[in-house]
């Protein structure tokens, strides 16, 4: 269910004046991500860049200007760009082509510190996820090279490297199991789903939102291995191959997490 | 900065069908970057890892006799020339400390600090601990299983190389693969076999 800054107001003052049952789950409502849904919404629509124009008229899939519904059917193939593309690596792209600018100093700090503002990126990505509230997870698997992206994704997952041995696998392959007191969930069959369609989220112990590269990003330092970097072959092949098992499970994003 | 935006463009132009001939190791470089501690190395495949990186079991083509014998080949002993228990156990004080540090190695870790062996990560040990993972098996009262020479080699194999018994163990190779000093090691055994360890109390 969406929920825009208005309703959430009309939601608030119904509930604290107790007069009809409130119409949205409480968690929505005390969700802090829904305030970064709407900074994006308005980053979305000012102009930017040396081209003085928004990202209104950003291609994320569905054609320039849908935004609604796009982020169910990311990551996809873009003709294009001749390339699967995730929602941030899409983001960056019309940041470069449809606005002008040069990426440098979004590519710098696509992601906030903890307790931190959050970055445009981060923001962009929450509004854009919002946008799925409620639908179906839908990640397309027609172009070859979408299906390619699913096998490479399966490989890098089962890729154990560095001083630990790690793969994605060693930690997020089994059903029922925790790391310390962290449930794990199995993501390599359909309890992927509930997960994908949850990120970008806020994170309580962190204060900020994060998004679904930023996840995998920490999980690489988890693994030992390099940084994983946003919007790259390795982090869009990951959730093509995550959002793929989880196909058809609800968009919750923004979700809410510990 | 200008650098930033190359490695962002050249993995841009990366098209997408040649996965195959670029390998996943390249695929990783391609899409990382070293931070701290954390090369590319990191990202080179030994003989073991190739062998474990798949769904299940090992990758056709390795006979996992082979890769047992090679891990028990790898492990290096404590020295003594008749045993004793004593040649095997530091100070489980310590090893609890270090069965809890889930620090080291990390692109973010300090590579001055000590590793910890994170083993709280994977297993449950002392019982006032309620923290505990569950990927591996619990190590509750495991010093119930005595002192004996096979013991104790058995569990310093266990955490030198876990490759011996289960060929594709999750649990990393603290010594081969040098996470934990010896003494580290020698700590972390007391701390599971010691019988004032809070692992058997």
Same mark, same amino acid.
């Given at each position: 269910?969406?929920?825009?800054?208005?309703?959430? @107001?009309?939601? !608030?003052?119904?509930?604290?004046?107790?007069?009809?049952?409130?119409?949205?789950?409480?968690?929505?409502?005390?969700?802090?991500?829904?305030?970064? $849904?709407?900074?994006? @919404?308005?980053?979305?629509?000012?102009?930017?860049?040396?081209?003085?124009?928004?990202?209104?008229?950003?291609?994320?899939?569905?054609?320039?200007?849908?935004?609604?519904?796009?982020?169910?059917?990311?990551?996809?193939?873009?003709?294009?760009?001749?390339?699967? @593309?995730?929602?941030?690596?899409?983001?960056?792209?019309?940041?470069?082509?449809?606005?002008?600018?040069?990426?440098?100093?979004?590519?710098?700090?696509?992601?906030?510190?903890?307790?931190?503002?959050?970055?445009? @990126?981060?923001?962009? $990505?929450?509004?854009?996820?919002?946008?799925?509230?409620?639908?179906?997870?839908?990640?397309?698997?027609?172009?070859?090279?979408?299906?390619?992206?699913?096998?490479?994704?399966?490989?890098?997952?089962?890729?154990?490297?560095?001083?630990?041995?790690?793969?994605?696998?060693?930690?997020?392959?089994?059903?029922?199991?925790?790391?310390?007191?962290?449930?794990?969930?199995?993501?390599?069959?359909?309890?992927?789903?509930?997960?994908?369609?949850?990120?970008?989220?806020?994170?309580?112990?962190?204060? $900020? $939102?994060?998004?679904? !590269?930023?996840?995998?990003?920490?999980?690489?330092?988890?693994?030992?291995?390099?940084?994983?970097?946003?919007?790259?072959?390795?982090?869009?092949?990951?959730?093509?191959?995550?959002?793929?098992?989880?196909?058809?499970?609800?968009?919750?994003?923004?979700?809410?997490?510990? | 900065?200008?650098?930033?935006? /190359?490695?962002?463009?050249?993995?841009?132009?990366?098209?997408?069908?040649?996965?195959?001939?670029?390998?996943?190791?390249?695929?990783?470089?391609?899409?990382?970057?070293?931070?701290?501690?954390?090369?590319?190395?990191?990202?080179?495949?030994? =003989?073991?890892?190739?062998?474990?990186?798949?769904?299940?079991?090992?990758?056709?083509?390795?006979?996992?006799?082979?890769?047992?014998?090679?891990?028990?080949?790898?492990?290096?002993?404590?020295?003594?020339?008749?045993?004793?228990?004593?040649?095997?156990? %530091?100070? +489980?004080?310590?090893?609890?400390?270090?069965?809890?540090?889930?620090?080291?190695?990390? &692109?973010?870790?300090?590579?001055?600090?000590?590793?910890?062996?994170?083993?709280?990560?994977?297993?449950?040990?002392?019982? =006032?601990?309620?923290?505990? %993972?569950?990927?591996?098996?619990?190590?509750?009262? &495991?010093? /119930?299983? %005595?002192?004996? =020479?096979?013991?104790?080699?058995?569990? +310093?194999?266990?955490?030198?190389?876990?490759?011996?018994?289960?060929?594709?163990? /999750?649990?990393?190779?603290?010594?081969?693969? %040098?996470?934990?000093?010896?003494?580290?090691?020698?700590?972390? /055994?007391?701390?599971?076999?010691?019988?004032?360890?809070?692992?058997?109390?």
């Amino acid at each position: 269910m969406k929920i825009n800054m208005f309703q959430r @107001m009309i939601a !608030g003052l119904m509930m604290s004046a107790s007069l009809i049952a409130p119409t949205y789950a409480q968690d929505d409502l005390d969700n802090p991500a829904w305030f970064m $849904v709407d900074d994006g @919404m308005a980053l979305w629509e000012t102009p930017n860049g040396p081209n003085d124009v928004s990202l209104e008229e950003c291609d994320l899939g569905l054609g320039a200007g849908v935004v609604e519904g796009a982020f169910a059917q990311l990551p996809r193939y873009f003709e294009d760009t001749n390339q699967v @593309m995730d929602i941030e690596a899409r983001i960056l792209h019309c940041m470069e082509t449809i606005q002008g600018r040069d990426l440098v100093d979004v590519l710098a700090k696509p992601y906030s510190n903890a307790g931190g503002p959050g970055t445009e @990126m981060e923001a962009l $990505v929450a509004y854009v996820a919002s946008e799925s509230n409620g639908m179906e997870l839908a990640t397309p698997q027609d172009h070859p090279a979408e299906q390619a992206a699913y096998e490479l994704g399966e490989q890098l997952f089962y890729f154990r490297a560095g001083p630990h041995d790690f793969s994605c696998a060693t930690c997020h392959s089994q059903s029922n199991k925790r790391i310390r007191l962290t449930e794990l969930a199995n993501l390599t069959n359909d309890e992927s789903g509930p997960v994908f369609g949850s990120w970008p989220a806020y994170r309580k112990t962190e204060g $900020v $939102v994060r998004t679904m !590269g930023w996840r995998l990003q920490s999980c690489s330092r988890q693994q030992r291995l390099t940084q994983l970097q946003i919007g790259s072959e390795a982090t869009t092949a990951l959730e093509v191959f995550l959002a793929v098992n989880g196909a058809g499970a609800e968009i919750t994003a923004p979700g809410y997490k510990r | 900065m200008k650098k930033v935006v /190359m490695i962002f463009m050249s993995l841009a132009l990366v098209a997408p069908f040649s996965i195959a001939e670029q390998g996943i190791e390249n695929v990783w470089k391609a899409s990382t970057k070293e931070v701290g501690q954390a090369k590319y190395d990191r990202l080179s495949q030994d =003989e073991l890892q190739d062998a474990c990186s798949t769904k299940g079991g090992v990758k056709e083509g390795y006979d996992v006799n082979v890769l047992r014998q090679k891990a028990q080949e790898s492990i290096v002993y404590p020295k003594y020339e008749t045993f004793d228990p004593s040649y095997y156990l %530091g100070d +489980w004080k310590n090893g609890e400390s270090i069965a809890k540090n889930g620090k080291g190695l990390q &692109y973010n870790d300090d590579p001055k600090d000590p590793n910890g062996g994170n083993c709280y990560a994977c297993h449950q040990m002392a019982q =006032e601990e309620v923290a505990y %993972g569950t990927l591996g098996t619990t190590l509750q009262n &495991y010093g /119930m299983r %005595g002192q004996s =020479e096979v013991m104790m080699q058995y569990t +310093w194999a266990k955490i030198y190389n876990p490759h011996v018994y289960n060929v594709c163990s /999750m649990m990393p190779r603290f010594g081969v693969n %040098g996470i934990l000093t010896e003494q580290q090691m020698k700590d972390v /055994m007391a701390y599971l076999l010691d019988p004032n360890s809070p692992v058997n109390n």
